[in-house]
Nanobody, 128 residues
Framework: QLQLVESGGGLVQPGGSLRLSCAASGFTLGSYVIGWFRQAPGKEPEGVSCIGTSGRDTSYTDSVRGRFTISRDSTKYSVYLQMNSLEPEDTAVYYC?????????????????????WGQGTQVTVSS
């Protein structure tokens, strides 16, 4: 059974940082494009970032570019999302997901239709 588990969320003040982790069980994470998504209360899910299998190809939504960095560790079979300069607008449940075969990491494909399975999510709250 393919499972993804996110961790690293929490409460942070504006301007602070968090590092989210995405770990997999039941399959090798390094073989897939991985995406990070977020969903704020009352809003549709939003694609945040993705990373290709080699780790060289990355993409970010405009609102986080320059503040967030996605990376992967092939030895630990994990994908990370380093979030700096956090803003209250970043408050959401963050999910990682596996991209379905036949696509690649790009801004166009950071959409929920192209990803699955999903983790259970981790809450990020940015508030003073």
């Amino acid at each position: 059974q393919l499972q993804l588990v996110e961790s690293g969320g929490g409460l942070v003040q504006p301007g602070g940082s968090l590092r989210l982790s995405c770990a997999a069980s039941g399959f090798t994470l390094g073989s897939y494009v991985i995406g990070w998504f977020r969903q704020a209360p009352g809003k549709e899910p939003e694609g945040v970032s993705c990373i290709g299998t080699s780790g060289r190809d990355t993409s970010y939504t405009d609102s986080v570019r320059g503040r967030f960095t996605i990376s992967r560790d092939s030895t630990k079979y994990s994908v990370y999302l380093q979030m700096n300069s956090l803003e209250p607008e970043d408050t959401a449940v963050y999910y990682c997901a596996v991209q379905r075969p036949g696509y690649y990491c790009s801004a166009y494909f950071i959409k929920t239709d192209f990803y699955g399975p999903w983790g259970q999510g981790t809450q990020v709250t940015v508030s003073s």
